[in-house]
């Protein structure tokens, strides 16, 4: 693992300066720090694009932990509902995602004098769908941490040994990877989303998903918290039927990343 860590930083010295793609997420922050760390604060620049999709939450968390870091910190405004292709989430939705992001980021990158776009893409993330990866080549953006084999478990073990406060940081994605593939994503779907889960965070779940089928909200947890969306249900069903949904219901199988990705494997 420090070995992959080594490695990690020689990739990122031999960029010079780098631009992070940050989205204050497990991956990215430690991305930050490492870039940080071995270029100094003058030769990196994070950019957060706050959106229809970025949970509402996070923002504050991401301004806080560049801060912490010591990163020069540039917040951008985009509207992912507004790239064509986007709304009507097909299994490609991440790519129009990830092309509109590095669109918008490529003109600050110019105006400051960056030479090098990063991201969080992880060794986890070769197994997954990850349409924006296709992206990511096509706009010559890297992915240092996969560059470095370094996986997700051992990403979380080297941010603790730097203090990260993120080490054990619930994983992070966008709103619209909670509803189904097919389904048109709107605003009043992504808003929904949020405050149904902020809302079961505020029970005091720590990971959580509110998987959006029309009306049916498909909620994930960690096994050892389904107990607790019991003894709550009858709030839980009040709370979310009051934000939109008819139907409320808690997956047995429990939290999985990308779970909406099941579909495709069975095309």
Known sequence: ??????????????????????????????????????????NVLAVTADSESYPSSELEEAKKLARLIGAKHQIIEISELAIPGYAENDQNRCYFCKNGLFEEIAPIMEQKGFNNLVYGLIADDASEHRPGVRAANEHGVRGPLKEANLFKSEIRELSKLLNLPTWEKPS?????????????????????????????????????????????????????????????????IENLQAFGYKYITLDLQGYMSGSMNKVLQQV
Do not use: W
Request: with cysteine.
């Open 1 to 42: 693992m420090k070995e992959k860590y080594e490695q990690l930083k020689q990739i990122i010295k031999q960029m010079g300066n780098v631009v992070v793609a940050f989205s204050g997420g497990v991956d990215s922050t430690f991305l930050l720090k490492a870039a940080v760390d071995v270029l100094g604060t003058e």
């Open 172 to 236: 992070l994605a966008c709103l619209s990877s909670r509803i189904q593939y097919g389904e048109k994503i709107t605003q009043e779907k992504l808003s929904r989303v949020d405050r149904s889960e902020s809302y079961l965070k505020s029970l005091g779940i720590r990971q959580v998903r509110v998987r959006t089928h029309q009306e049916i909200a498909r909620i994930e947890v960690e096994p050892q918290d389904m107990q607790l969306v019991l003894m709550h249900h009858h709030q839980i």
